[in-house]
Every structure is written in C-alpha cells, then in structure tokens.
C-alpha cells in the first residue's frame, strides 16, 4: 500500500522560509513524478510544483515561481519544497502526491496517491 506523509508545515511570519518534507513508501518511488499541491480555507486545490521522476525536469504556478523550489531525494524516498519569501497568501494545507507516469505535470487527476495534508500559516 502506497504511503505519502507529509511534514514540515507550521507558523511563519511573512517573508520567512519553510521546508517541506514528503516521505514515501509501497512503490518503486523514482519511477514516477512527484507533486505539490495546496488548498486554502474556501478554495479549490491548486498545483504549486511537481517534479520528473529522475527530478531533472520541474513546474510550478505562476503564483509560487522563484520562490518555491522542489526537489527529491530517491535514495531517501523523499521528496521536498523549499519556499521562501513567504506571502499570507501561501496559507492552505500542503499535500504531497505520486503520479502515475514519470513525466512532470500540474494535471491534479494524474495523481493516484495523495498524503494526509500539512498546515502551513504565514502571518502578516
């Protein structure tokens, strides 16, 4: 069984930095692209970054580019956002998600297996 535990998330002030981590376990994990998404209170879940299998290919939101960065860790089985430069508006629930092919996408419905959530709040 496929598992995906977020952690990392917390209370930040604007404009500080906080790393997210994603552990994975149940499947061959560099076999697929990695994804970050996150909903805020009220709000659809929106694509942040994902990441190729290999992790030489990456995409973000518009909303979140040069700011956000993911990365992974395939001996580790972990897979990572860096986000800096923190807005109020980052505020939402984090959820990390393993695709079903190797390529980078931001197409939500292309991820079979989603993680529990983690909180992040950035205070102004």
């Known amino acids: 069984q496929v598992q995906l535990v977020e952690s990392g998330g917390g209370l930040v002030q604007a404009g500080g930095s906080l790393t997210l981590s994603c552990a994975a376990s149940?499947?061959?994990?560099?076999?697929?692209?990695m994804g970050w998404f996150r909903q805020a209170p009220g709000k659809e879940r929106e694509f942040v970054a994902a990441i190729s299998s290999s992790g030489k290919f990456r995409k973000y939101a518009d909303s979140v580019k040069g700011r956000f960065t993911i990365s992974r860790d395939n001996a580790k089985i972990t897979v990572y956002l860096q986000m800096n430069s923190l807005k109020p508006e980052d505020t939402a629930v984090y959820y990390c998600?393993?695709?079903?092919?190797?390529?980078?996408?931001?197409?939500?419905?292309?991820?079979?297996?989603w993680g529990q959530g983690t909180q992040v709040t950035v205070s102004s």
């Open positions: 998600a393993t695709n079903s092919s190797p390529y980078v996408t931001s197409a939500a419905a292309t991820y079979n297996y």
């Open positions: 149940g499947r061959t994990f560099s076999n697929y692209a």
